[in-house]
């Protein structure tokens, strides 16, 4: 599962690694640290033969999520009220290794303060409330702009993805505090019908445009 397209830097890339290793293998990992040239974010749970492979190969970035073996893709940010002993020791882990640590996380403010509690110098905001409902009028759209802006202000460094089109993601993308956008099915089943090549300009372009707009 293949993920890119930050707001301010030139592409990123943004893999899955879970426990079942239904998205990616771990020899995939291990060849893409060795050739992509952008930035590399690693998205993984706290299994610690993950986390050991991340420590060793160690990407730009590691995004930590929650593990639901019942989910096809993650269908909601790490609960930090529950905390424990494990999350704390892959953070630490993987900064001790050099790695920026995210945090998959909602956008609700007392998660994003937990968040900015535990020394982490990002989140990615969940969208996925936003992309049931961003039809139905604003409501979910200024709820991620007020926690987008809220983490900004915690001192957190700001992403988001799930859920996010080629239909509804020009409104997030013009949140000016959001530095990066993890898109990953929408583009690859464009792929399908026009090819990688214009499924990834086509998103490009929305995305840059959007931004130009508010700046």
């Known amino acids: 599962d293949l993920h890119s397209f930050p707001t301010r830097r030139s592409s990123d890339l943004h893999i899955d690694l879970r426990e079942d290793r239904r998205h990616i293998q771990d020899h995939d990992v291990e060849r893409l640290s060795s050739t992509v040239q952008t930035v590399l974010n690693l998205e993984l749970a706290t299994s610690r ?48 290794a050099g790695i920026r640590v995210s945090l998959f996380i909602d956008p609700d403010y007392a998660v994003i303060d937990l968040a900015a509690a535990l020394g982490v110098p990002a989140i990615e905001l969940h969208t996925g409330d936003y992309a049931q409902h961003w039809r139905e009028g604003n409501r979910a759209l200024e709820s991620l702009r007020k926690a987008t802006q809220h983490a900004r202000r915690a001192g957190l460094a700001v992403h988001a993805g799930h859920g996010l089109t080629y239909r509804n993601v020009v409104p ?30 086509e998103m490009r372009e929305l995305v840059h445009s959007a931004r130009a707009a508010g700046a």
Not at 67 to 72: G, Y
Not at 187 to 193: D, F, N, T
């Open 172 to 201: 997030v993308a013009a949140i000016a505090e959001i530095e990066e956008l993890n898109i990953g099915h929408s583009i690859v089943s464009r792929a399908v019908l026009n090819g990688m090549a214009t499924a990834v300009r």
């Open 49 to 96: 033969e993950i986390v050991d492979l991340a420590c060793r190969l160690r990407p730009f970035q590691a995004t930590i999520v929650p593990e639901r073996r019942e989910e096809i893709t993650t269908e909601g940010g790490l609960d930090l009220r529950q905390g424990g002993p494990r999350l704390a020791e892959t953070i630490q882990q993987l900064a001790g």
